[in-house]
T-cell receptor, first 114, second 113 residues
Framework: AQSVTQLGSHVSVSEGALVLLRCNYS??????LFWYVQYPNQGLQLLLK??????LVKGINGFEAEFKKSETSFHLTKPSAHMSDAAEYFC????????????FGTGTRLQVTL | DSGVTQTPKHLITATGQRVTLRCSPR?????VYWYQQSLDQGLQFLIQ???????AKGNILERFSAQQFPDLHSELNLSSLELGDSALYFC????????????FGQGTRLTVV
């Protein structure tokens, strides 16, 4: 069975500060890992994905994530938060690599303050 | 705009009723996925169709069914609705393949009263 755990349902950062959203995965086979963002009243948008190529993955809007097998982690970071980053972020795992049966974490709501 | 279209955007219906949610995938995408997002269950995979055939099944209730038509659009049918079925239902589509991205629609918000 595969799963992801997102630590912290709410994270608040100041504008310009580092964003760090945590995700740990559990998978019996090499996983494909994804980060999605959901803006209010919107669908899910893919930020980035890890598919066993480079362990440091760069995504859209300045986000990146590093796959660490030893820590079973795939944390999402952004050096400098912007007000427009306020949204809910979901980590997801899928062992098939075909984007089917994504197993999502519970989500982390990011608040950005002035 | 992801290119995935879901209708209707909002739906309010009474318990015991049946509703149909519709999804048009991105042009060229053969796979369609349905997900349910609720406050208590979070985001859950329901079912996947690929080129008209059921490919994978998740936590989909027996009261729910789906199909994908020859033009690749998909419908999710929810029957004998209960209050707990109130949720946001997402459709996503992708090109079948390794490491492919699923593009999500904006969802249909179902409220059962």
């Amino acid at each position: 069975a595969q799963s992801v755990t997102q630590l912290g349902s709410h994270v608040s950062v100041s504008e310009g500060a580092l964003v760090l959203l945590r995700c740990n995965y559990s998978s019996s086979v090499p996983p494909y890992l994804f980060w999605y963002v959901q803006y209010p009243n919107q669908g899910l948008q893919l930020l980035l994905k890890y598919t066993s190529a480079a362990t440091l993955v760069k995504g859209i809007n300045g986000f990146e994530a590093e796959f660490k097998k030893s820590e079973t982690s795939f944390h999402l970071t952004k050096p400098s938060a912007h007000m427009s980053d306020a949204a809910e972020y979901f980590c997801a795992v899928d062992h098939t690599g075909t984007a089917s049966k994504l197993t999502f974490g519970t989500g982390t709501r990011l608040q950005v303050t002035l | 705009d992801s290119g995935v279209t879901q209708t209707p955007k909002h739906l309010i219906t009474a318990t015991g009723q049946r509703v149909t949610l519709r999804c048009s995938p991105r042009s060229g995408d053969l796979s369609v996925y349905w997900y349910q997002q609720s406050l208590d269950q979070g985001l859950q995979f329901l079912i996947q169709y690929y080129n008209g055939e059921e490919r994978a099944k998740g936590n989909i209730l027996e009261r729910f069914s789906a199909q994908q038509f020859p033009d690749l659009h998909s419908e999710l049918n929810l029957s004998s609705l209960e209050l707990g079925d109130s949720a946001l239902y997402f459709c996503a589509s992708s090109v079948q393949g390794s490491g492919t991205e699923a593009f999500f629609g904006q969802g249909t918000r179902l409220t059962v009263v």
